[in-house]
Structure formats: structure tokens, C-alpha cells
């Protein structure tokens, strides 16, 4: 079951660290045998589920140093895919390796089958022209306690969460996906607190407010 989208938050829990997997190059996975890979350029909905289709982020670029990946559409976005990866594995680093937050789960299912994607390693989503940027759940982990679950994420490099914010946003989400690998029913004031936090202290993004001071100004009512 999936659950209402959440554009960031996390706790901040010390938790032991997945190893990362083995380094599996940085060569764009679509392309195989020498033949190129064909863009996507089919218009897609902003309510689409990626990780069903696959079909319409043919090119992959793998992290050589976490279990994740990045689709995206076109070849021409390789660099903003790049882009994307550095971000994910600095965030890897600062809150997992050094702070020992939690790892967010792989997406295995333990049946053979897997929550997103051809395989159990995180899923990022490349989409251009969506806008929003969030993290949400693909599989829950009934072997365990806690209602916990594995994650995908879904960033704009060109939307409003993307560009010079390109890298508050990726550490944000990624916080995301760490909470989740706890809980993901907790109030969401409190992941999107924490997220913050990891934006603020952790990531140096000091202007991160400014999207929610221009939000209650838009709706000054809703907080009542």
C-alpha cells in the first residue's frame, strides 16, 4: 500500500549504516552491446507511478558508492544525473556514515520480487517537468517490528526544488527515505522538522524557510 506523498521530513535516530554495495561503474545502464538507448519523450502525467513505468526513464546512471540509482529520460539530462548521484552519495556520507541515521531499506521483497525497479537498489526518479520533488514508499518490511518501508524518489532538477536548490532538496529527500526505513506513520510536521534540520545544520541550506513563510502568507488561514 502506498501512502500520502511527503515532500521531506525525518527523525533523527542513530542507526547502523548499510554497507554499500560493490562499485558498479558509472556507465549509463540502458545502453548495452554498443547500441544506443532512445530517448522517452512521451508527455507524462504528473500523477504517473514511475516506478511502472520504467519504460518512459530508459537511461540509468548507478551509484558507485550506495545501493541507488537514477533514471531519467533523456541522454542530454546525463549531466544533471550526475549531478543528482554526487548529491545522493555526499547525503549518504553526511547523515548515514557520519551521523548514523538510519539506511533506508532496499526494495527486495524477499520472494525474488522487488518493490521498484529491476533490482532491490533505491530508485531515483530524474523527471523533468514535474515540478515537485518527494520520497514515497514502494514495499513495507513485515519481518520487522515497526511499520517500515522501502522508498523512491522523485526529484526536478529544473523545477522549483531544483536548480541552486538542487542539493538542499536531494539531502532533504534522502532524509526521507531514512525515516522511513523506521517508520513512516509518524506525523509528518515532525519528518518535515527534522528534513529541515538536515537542510539547515547538516546540509548548510539556511534560507530553506522562505517556501514556507511564502506558503502561510499565500494561506494565512490554514494554520488556524
Known sequence: MRSLVILAAGLVVACPALPPPDPVGDGDEGEGEGE???????????DTWPC????AFP????????????HYRRAAERPEAEELIAF??????????ELGMAAPLLDGAGDGSFGCGEDERLDVFLWA????????????????ATEDYATMMVIDPYGPYGGDALRCTTLHELHHMSQAALDWWDAAV?????????????????????????DIQQAPELPV
Open 129 to 144: 517537468g514535474h515540478e515537485e520533488s518527494f520520497v514515497d514508499v514502494v514495499t513495507e518490511m513485515p519481518a520487522t
Open 88 to 97: 545522493l552519495e555526499e547525503g549518504w556520507r553526511l547523515e548515514i556514515d
Open 190 to 214: 515532525v519528518y518535515e522538522m527534522s528534513a529541515t534540520f538536515v537542510e539547515e545544520v547538516i546540509a548548510g541550506c539556511h534560507d530553506s524557510w522562505e517556501y514556507a513563510l511564502d
Open 52 to 55: 511502472d513505468r520504467l519504460d
Open 59 to 70: 537511461h540509468a546512471l548507478a551509484s558507485g558508492a550506495t545501493p541507488m540509482v537514477v
Open 36 to 46: 544506443p538507448v532512445e530517448d522517452s519523450t512521451e508527455p507524462l502525467p504528473a
